[in-house]
């Protein structure tokens, strides 16, 4: 525990733990949003969105090994994992829609294991990045540092952000959604087309993934087979924020990211995972505390 | 002679709905007592607080002289206290038989005595009951591939497999065929005769509830209205503003 | 009732196949060990998520729990296990154990694995069962996945570099087939007790409670404790199932053999999914089947076995989610007993023939 003391003692490695904290948490919160997203007007709790992320993040790499710069790939990851998210949705989503939201759960894991298998073989087990060559930004003479394309990630998914949240509230197929996720019986008796809406939204939130994966490729590093902790931390963030909140996805994803930070530097990195999945557990057993609570069950 | 159920000046609300305002009633042991009201009026939430599903905020519940309001549900299930649900609840993926069978009572048992293979004693009473709500034929068909009139049939079964003492009805006719009604009204009849069932019944059917109660209570938005025998009820002015008037 | 006059002889057969298997099939003999262990993985993965309706993703915990309980206890009764562990890849000291020593290593082992697996449920149980429906799918998918991490980083069980189980004296001979027969006799007790639960009221509680808990409660049932309880009972087989696969496999991979959420956590629900959930004999069905077509794939599709396995799971779940035995039980129902019958009172009743 001497890293407390030191936490404590020198308040600008807690700002810089803080800070990237924060950054990478805006990450966590765009994947959070698209998992709310499918969960909301679909039902639907998708275990392979951190695959998706993973995805997006490949598509950063393989640019950047074509000599384009890496970028470029947040809206080519985008549209191609709509692609993705559409076709799966019209192979298996689909079918599980209406379905107990175990077989959702368990269809999807299926999906992560072929991807991630599909990933590890076409692009190897290691641990990559994509180079966006932007160099550091020291802040407080010095003591702070932050990597500017963490900045620029961070920026770039506050605007995709708005940008849905327009695209929800102006748009027709976003009406769609937002009706169908309001009630779906209700949607289709007005004429709108469900199914439709469905695939539109898996694409979307897998276009939402590949964005957020382009992202991290070059602010962070990827893996194939670190996915599931992406997953866990947007079911976690959208567990704390509630479905339909996206300042609450926000903020708890802005949270997590600092906490995790923290955790790591302080229970030593090799158990930082072990951090977010515990956390998990305390979250999730926090929620069904309150739920007791607010129900006023005695049981 | 102290009621089996004695509730005090107990209040509930949700947030700023208040669904129960410092409701009073009593049920008698070994009678049919009835508890009508609109929509909305806090009927279910009553039961619900009756059987610890909630806390009241406020006030007693007291069976048979034992303060109950800050038991649990199935220690409350225990004493012999059994309520029925308006959404007619059963085990749907267990047959009828297997249904009954975990419905005979758990007074006094603990844990240990789940270990045991089920006894052909227990086996005959619950052959007897469905025999006596009239699904004897189907015993061996799983719950949830009866209609919805014989699953509440089967619900009452349960209900009367668990010997209890103050059984309560949430709208026990509803929703099943106007041709069954009386014999359902008879069954209940008989379980309170027979197997001598103190019921509380919670029921829209005007018709059913005054040839089956000897006592009503009438709630109206959240508070106790009226109280009385059937024919006072009936023709209570306030009863018929607040609930005959309302169709 | 003439399939119940057959049923012990049934047993019998398929007991005396299981003990004279190894000789008929040497080459195969480590995967059929695997494959009881894999029985007993469905049948207690059934217990909780099939007859129950607690679908678990954490069951490794307690499979984890005592594979490491089991080998910790095996070596820490002769040798500091740091020291053990520290001395992997050429040490100084060589560990060994004679016969004596490693037969009461087990014999301490195994149980010590059971109960530390069963007290683990116990308490994981009282704080997560209370979660209903996919909160405690992920919830326990977190619990199994933390728990390999923790492992992973812990200096004394080895760590991320794993542990190896003490190495057996000459005299135990083939090893693999060693651990047959104990794999063997692990899953007819399992099957034999979860058997006997079933036909107990205990069984139609926690039936009771999949159906539906809050009138499972409302009856009287104290809910939480019959979870907890028949989550400790999965746990007890699920702990000695683990000490033995640890023993079979010769070495423990934190995050890959101990605390295997991708593989075995997902094996398990698969095997009883693809068998029928909430059958005594579908879990059983599902493992074989699984292992057949998992040894197969792996054979003849090497590189591309978790692809298949993935997209198995996806068709199974999508297209197949009543499993072998639901399906049968959906054409045949009066096999199960689900019939309309008139007339006279029966006898009391049975629970379905078949079962």
Redo the contacts between chains.
Sequence with gaps: MDNITILLEAPVITLDLVLNGLLIGALFALAAYGMALVWGVMNIINIAQGEFVMLGGYVAIVMGIAGIHPLFAVPVAAALLYAIGWALFHLVIFRVVDRDIFISILATFGISIVLQQLMNTLFGGNVQAADADLGTALFMGGMVTLAKIKLLAFALAVVLAVALVVFLRRSRLGQAIRATAQNTRAARVLGIDTYRVHAATFGLNAALCGACGALVAMAYTIHPYIGLPYTIRSFMIVVVAGLGNLAGVIAAGLGLGAAENIAGFVLGTQYQLAFVFLLLVVVLVWRNWRLARRRQYLK | MTAMLEVKNVSKSFGAVRANESISLEVHEGRIVGLIGPNGSGKTTLFSSIVGAHPVDEGSIRFQGREISRLRVADIARLGLIRTFQQTRIYGGMTCVENMLISASQRGSSLLDLFHIRSAARGRQAEDLLAFVGLHAKRHLRADSLSFGQQKLLEFAMALMNEPKMLMLDEPTAGINPILIDGLIDRLKQANAVFGVTLFVIEHNMRVIMSLAEHIYCLAHGELLAEGPPEEIRNDRRVIDAYLGAH | MSVAAYRPAGYLAIVAIGIVAPFLFPAYQSQMAELWLFIVFALTWDLVGGQMGY?SFGNVVFLGVGMYACVVAQVGLFYPVSAYNAARGGGATVFTFDMTQYLEGLAIGLPVGALLATLTALALGS??L??R???F???T???G??AG??A??WEWIG??SGMVPPNAPDAVGDLSRFYYYFALALAVVTFLVLRW?Y????G??I??I???E??????????T??KV?AWMISAFFLGIAGGLLGNLKRFIDPIDTAFAG?TYG?WM??MA?LGGK?TLWGPVIGAVVFQVLKEASWTYLL??Q??V??????VI???F?QGIMGFVRERF?DWF??????GT?????R?ETLR
């Design positions: 679908n704080i997560v209370g979660m429906g996919h909160y799918a992920i919830c998918l977190g619990l996945i933390a991490e923790i992973n980083g760590a991320g639960l036909m107990t009221r205990f139609l509680a039936n009771a999949r159906d539906n809050d009138k499972a409660e409302a009856m009287g049932l104290k809910t404790q019959i309880t991708p997902v629900v698969l999914i909430g590189g591309w978790r692809v396995l993935g997209l198995v799971i996806v779940v999508v297209f989610p129902p007993g689900h019939r309309v019958e008139g009172i029966a006898g009391p009743a629970k």
